[in-house]
């Protein structure tokens, strides 16, 4: 079954960091595309960041970039991101999920993981 | 940025009846840069359609994705028990950011 699992979410001060860890099973980690996806309570889905499997292309969100450090370890099927300068408004589920390619009909994340609860507050 | 307003933000019907989602795109795009989720309380997302009208692994022929340009729809053509949750679309583009709709939400009448 393939599968991806989130840890490290937890509660931390603003300016405060913590790291999130993802890890995935079930097929060929390093073949795959990987992001992050939050989402705030009621809210909705915010893509957060991308990392490509060779980790040569990575990207970010305009509200995280400079203070979220997306990066993957092939040879352990996981997939981190470090987050620092944390604001209250970071607050949010975090989702770890895979990229699938669809060749002429694009791309989607078509694996989630049941995500982690990060609350940025003192 | 690819802004996704996604309408309406409530829909309330019966188990049986038909239910029209409508996810309008700020510029054209793409048809497949076009995608759309379930989410239901508690879960993780749940992919469903992938360039705007394939279904994807698993998921029942009553979903059906269509569209393109600005205007997409997806289409349940009759809830089931189950179909009651949140769906959103996103724009899942050549390039990030990879934007979101707001979501609607299918509640029981």
């Known amino acids: 079954e393939m599968q991806l699992v989130e840890s490290g979410g937890g509660l931390v001060k603003p300016g405060g960091s913590l790291r999130l860890s993802c890890a995935a099973s079930?097929?060929?980690?390093?073949?795959?595309?990987m992001n992050w996806v939050r989402q705030t309570l009621g809210k909705g889905l915010e893509w957060v960041s991308s990392?490509?499997?060779?980790?040569?292309?990575?990207y970010y969100a305009d509200s995280v970039r400079g203070r979220f450090t997306i990066s993957r370890d092939n040879a352990d099927n996981s997939l981190y991101l470090q987050m620092s300068s944390l604001r209250a408004e970071d607050t949010a589920v975090y989702y770890c999920?895979?990229?699938?390619?669809?060749?002429?009909?694009?791309?989607?994340?078509?694996?989630w993981g049941q995500g982690t609860m990060v609350t940025v507050s003192s | 940025e690819i802004v996704l307003t996604q309408s309406p933000g409530t829909l309330s019907l019966s188990p049986g009846e038909r239910a029209t989602l409508s996810c309008r795109a700020s510029?054209?795009?793409?048809?497949?840069?076009l995608d759309w989720y379930q989410q239901k309380p508690g879960q993780a997302p749940r992919l469903l359609i992938y360039?705007?009208?394939s279904r994807a692994a698993g998921i029942p022929e009553r979903f059906t994705g269509s569209g393109s340009g600005t205007d997409f729809t997806l289409v349940i053509s009759r809830l089931e028990p189950e179909d009651f949750a949140v769906y959103y679309c996103q724009h899942y583009g050549s390039s990030p950011p990879y934007t979101f709709g707001q979501g609607t939400k299918v509640e029981i009448k």
């Open positions: 079930g097929f060929t980690f390093g073949n795959y595309r």
């Open positions: 990392i490509s499997p060779g980790s040569g292309n990575i």
């Open positions: 360039g705007a009208s």
């Open positions: 999920a895979r990229t699938e390619v669809y060749g002429d009909y694009g791309d989607a994340f078509d694996i």
């Open positions: 510029l054209s795009i793409r048809s497949s840069y």
